[in-house]
Nanobody
Framework: QLVESGGGSVQVGGSLKLSCAAS????????LGWFRQAPGKEREFVAL????????FYADSVKGRFTISRDNPSNIAYLQMNDLKEEDTGVYYC???????????????WGQGTQVTVAS
């Protein structure tokens, strides 16, 4: 199971930190990814990290602004989002996979999502 939290409304240029708590089968996976879906658009990859070994990887659209991290003892992953833009608005999901990939089809367990709204 995956449970996201930390979403909310923020102004352009602001920051938010999302959390993803993993339990059960999800906590034994190899990779955790963050994805987002804007209104009227398809879900897209944002960032991923290995639970062990780190190796963060980012979509070009968030590189330099977002930071993915994880705390292994607590099985929680984070997405620190800085310098937020209106186009970052959407529902953010965390998911887990057994391979290091940004292809969401490889992710087998998903959270329920948390809404992020960035307004000017």
């Amino acid at each position: 199971q995956l449970v996201e939290s930390g979403g909310g409304s923020v102004q352009v240029g602001g920051s938010l930190k999302l959390s993803c708590a993993a339990s059960g089968r999800a906590s034994s996976s190899s990779v955790l990814g963050w994805f987002r879906q804007a209104p009227g658009k398809e879900r897209e990859f944002v960032a991923l990290i290995r639970w062990r070994g780190y190796s963060p990887f980012y979509a070009d659209s968030v590189k330099g602004r977002f930071t993915i991290s994880r705390d292994n003892p607590s099985n929680i992953a984070y997405l620190q989002m800085n310098d937020l833009k209106e186009e970052d608005t959407g529902v953010y999901y965390c998911a887990v996979a057994s391979e290091y990939t940004s292809n969401q089809l490889s992710y087998s367990v998903w959270g329920q999502g948390t809404q992020v709204t960035v307004a000017s």
